[in-house]
């Protein structure tokens, strides 16, 4: 057997377990019984420090000098995999196990406390774990950045979006910052000059909206044979390719929420379950990094499901579901709601405008704390100023300030800029498919997905993590990542 194969022996293994590993941690996070918590922190750390022990046994040192003598002799797949395989390696062996362990054990036992505070508005009862959980942060991302030769956040940030840059990413954001307040600004003057939308009244009752958004799912190509849709504090989609679970949080005087939430959620699923079968438990089978997954997710919510065509299939469904009636349940109406430009408090309910002034601030933010230019109990001032200078509001409260994203709470720095980096890509992938095949408009406007997905598929999901992000984006639409595409088309949308 050659070094190769024993390679991806083990890390097919490793896999499982890190599988075994996320459905735990969705059991955690929508039916587990709080009484519970302690015991399935002490099995996800468990897993963890098995996990990372399997890559930092001192026999992989030999077997990779060995594998990357033999490169030569593999396909392109494969010699892919194998520098996938070894960028994960130089991070597993940056860390010991205690630290491993104890990073684990701070990140759901802080995850806990948050979910308790977060409704209290209680930052202060967050603290304490919270400030475990930044210190071994950083001790982690110094330990990789040692090892990867690269800074204390592009270290955090290449567990996410593999060989991303800041540098690269502050010069983006900085260009937005610069855009979007005169942007945000006439969006807001044309909207007030337009009578306002009619309201929809509700109840909706969660069982309806739960079985509207089944429609939709089903309609975008979700396949509940491998998936499932449950209710959370905080909706994600986890699981494995062949069972992706997406969960959801319902307010009944809103479906318009829950509903682009479960859409944005299957963006996600349909990634996973289009990545190629034939590289399932290998590291090059996997998606490439965090940019492209939510370019997935946005495309499909905001690219595709917010566009006039598919709120026109959507909106006798929706007025089906709901009992609705009269004009306030019209296409244009709806179309209104749904492209409502106004600054808000909360990231998950930001319109397209708005959105990115919401990650440039967690991003600013996440970079000085790793940096230890910025004290933790500072966070909710910094917060609330920070959203203040960018969209001219102040959160009430830190429920709707620092303590509204789980992200941080269970260990995800470095993750907060791959959001709007996703939505540049969507806004790039949506355009380039739409001159590859024209038809794709006026299917989404029969709730027929088919056209768009089959061109993600072949061009995004298919390719899975053979290439970089930037390769399979300038594959796919014929240049690297353009800012420039992002800006036209919020204002196609928005100044048409």
């Known amino acids: 057997m050659t070094a190769y194969d024993q390679l991806s022996r083990k890390f097919k293994r490793l896999h499982a377990l890190q599988e075994a590993a996320g459905i735990l941690s969705w059991d955690m996070s929508t039916v587990m019984p709080s009484g519970g918590a302690e015991a ?5 750390a468990t897993l963890s420090v098995v996990c990372h022990e399997t890559l930092t046994d001192p026999v992989m040192d030999d077997l990779f000098d060995q594998a990357s003598a033999e490169a030569s002799g593999l396909g392109d797949w494969a010699q892919a995999n194998l520098t ?147 209710v959370s504090l905080h909706p994600f989609c986890g699981g494995v390719p062949d069972d992706v ?42 998606a490439r990094g965090m940019a492209m997954h939510e370019s997935q997710s946005l495309m499909v919510e905001m690219q595709a499901c917010r566009s006039a065509e598919f709120v026109a299939f959507l909106a006798p469904l929706a007025r089906e579901a709901f009992g609705g009636s009269g004009p306030a349940w019209e296409a244009d109406n709806l179309l209104r709601h749904y492209n409502l430009v106004k600054p808000d408090f909360i990231r998950v309910d930001a319109d397209e405008v708005t959105y990115p002034a919401h990650v440039i601030l967690r991003y600013r933010l996440e970079k000085a704390l790793i940096a230890g230019e910025m004290e933790l109990a500072a966070l909710p001032d910094e917060w609330n100023r920070g959203l203040k200078d960018l969209l001219g509001i102040a959160p009430p409260d830190d429920r709707r300030g620092c303590l509204q994203d789980i992200h941080w709470y269970d260990g995800a720095w470095g993750y907060f800029p791959t959001y709007t980096l996703g939505a540049m890509t969507a806004a790039q992938l949506f355009a380039a498919a739409k001159r590859a095949r024209p038809e794709i408009p006026e299917a989404l406007g029969r709730g027929d997905f088919a056209p768009l997905m089959s061109w993600l598929r072949e061009h995004v999901h298919a390719q899975a993590s053979s290439a970089g992000f930037e390769a399979i984006l300038e594959r796919a639409s014929g240049e690297a990542l353009n800012p420039e595409i992002f800006k036209a088309h919020l204002k196609a949308r928005y100044l048409p």
Not at 40 to 44: D, K, P, S, V, Y
Not at 181 to 209: I, W, Y
Not at 259 to 286: C, F, K, S
Request: aromatic share 8%; glycine share 6%; hydrophobic share 40%.
């Open 40 to 44: 399935r922190t002490e099995q996800l």
């Open 84 to 230: 996938e395989m070894r960028r994960r390696w130089l991070h597993a062996t940056a860390l010991d196990s205690d630290l491993v362990e104890a990073l684990s054990k701070a990140c759901k036992r802080c995850e806990m406390v948050w979910r308790e505070a977060r409704p209290k508005s209680d930052f202060a009862a967050v603290l304490p774990a919270m400030t475990e959980v930044l210190n071994l942060t950083r001790q982690a991302a110094a330990a990789k950045a040692e090892r990867l030769d690269c800074s204390l956040y592009d270290a955090l940030l290449d567990e996410y979006e593999p060989g991303g840059s800041s540098q690269r990413i502050d010069a983006v954001f900085a260009d937005l910052a610069d855009f979007l307040p005169g942007f945000l600004d006439a969006v807001l003057t044309r909207q007030s000059a337009l009578p306002p939308a009619l309201p929809l009244e509700g109840p909706f009752p969660s069982a309806q909206q739960e079985a509207l958004g089944r429609k939709m799912m089903a309609a975008v190509g979700f396949d509940f044979d491998h998936g499932r849709l449950d």
């Open 245 to 286: 679970r997406i969960t959801t949080r319902y307010d009944e005087d809103d479906f318009m929420t829950a509903l682009m939430g479960v859409l944005h959620e299957t963006g996600h699923a349909m990634y996973e379950r289009g990545l190629p079968q034939d590289w399932r438990l290998q590291p090059v089978g996997e």
